[in-house]
T-cell receptor, first 117, second 115 residues
Framework: AQSVTQPDIHITVSEGASLELRCNYSYGATPYLFWYVQSPGQGLQLLLKYFSGDTLVQGIKGFEAEFKRSQSSFNLRKPSVHWSDAAEYFCAVGQPLNTGTASKLTFGTGTRLQVTL | NAGVTQTPKFRVLKTGQSMTLLCAQDMNHEYMYWYRQDPGMGLRLIHYSVGEGTTAKGEVPDGYNVSRLKKQNFLLGLESAAPSQTSVYFC??????????????FGPGTRLTVL
């Protein structure tokens, strides 16, 4: 069965420092990978996605992620963190459902990012 | 363009009460989904729909029912609420058709507490 692991429950970084959030997945076929961000009391916003092609994916808000098939990883990075980036980040893998072409997202348990000034 | 909206935002129920959560999307998406989010467990799929008039079970469907009478709306019902259904409920929608178009867009969530 597919699964997503985010090994870091909580990460604290200083504003202006670089950030890397880890994500490992387990999926037998070609993975479709996503990163979402959830600000306190808000819904999930899509940061970026990987379906195929270039393994370095650019997203919104200056985030990028790199797909490494050999390591089953899809780590999220940002060169310089801003205080407004404090939120919870979820990695997810999409897989087809039985009916038609709908897909289900399997989420990791999330990493909470705290930014210190 | 409001995207995906959910009502209500918050609700407190007593055990055994019933309620319906409404999800609406104005993006003309074919597919809609209901997830629940619990601490330390990420999001889990409850039910989904691939078009008007169709519904299907996800990972954790027990205790919930859904209906998709109109393309833009997806309702989640709890017939007899239980404390185990205390959670944050998210609705999502997508164009469908498989990747790369099947990106799910989420609503703001409904926080439900069952006493």
């Amino acid at each position: 069965a597919q699964s997503v692991t985010q090994p870091d429950i909580h990460i604290t970084v200083s504003e202006g420092a670089s950030l890397e959030l880890r994500c490992n997945y387990s999926y037998g076929a070609t993975p479709y990978l996503f990163w979402y961000v959830q600000s306190p009391g808000q819904g999930l916003q899509l940061l970026l996605k990987y379906f195929s092609g270039d393994t370095l994916v650019q997203g919104i808000k200056g985030f990028e992620a790199e797909f490494k098939r050999s390591q089953s990883s899809f780590n999220l990075r940002k060169p310089s963190v801003h205080w407004s980036d404090a939120a919870e980040y979820f990695c997810a893998v999409g897989q087809p459902l039985n009916t038609g072409t709908a897909s289900k997202l399997t989420f990791g348990t999330g990493t909470r990012l705290q930014v210190t000034l | 363009n409001a995207g995906v909206t959910q009502t209500p935002k918050f609700r407190v129920l007593k055990t055994g009460q019933s309620m319906t959560l409404l999800c609406a999307q104005d993006m003309n998406h074919e597919y809609m989904y209901w997830y629940r989010q619990d601490p330390g467990m990420g999001l889990r799929l409850i039910h989904y729909s691939v078009g008007e008039g169709t519904t299907a079970k996800g990972e954790v469907p027990d205790g919930y029912n859904v209906s998709r009478l109109k393309k833009q709306n997806f309702l989640l019902g709890l017939e007899s609420a239980a404390p185990s259904q205390t959670s944050v409920y998210f609705c999502a929608s997508s164009y469908g058709g498989g990747p790369p178009t099947d990106t799910q867009y989420f609503g703001p969530g409904t926080r439900l507490t069952v006493l």
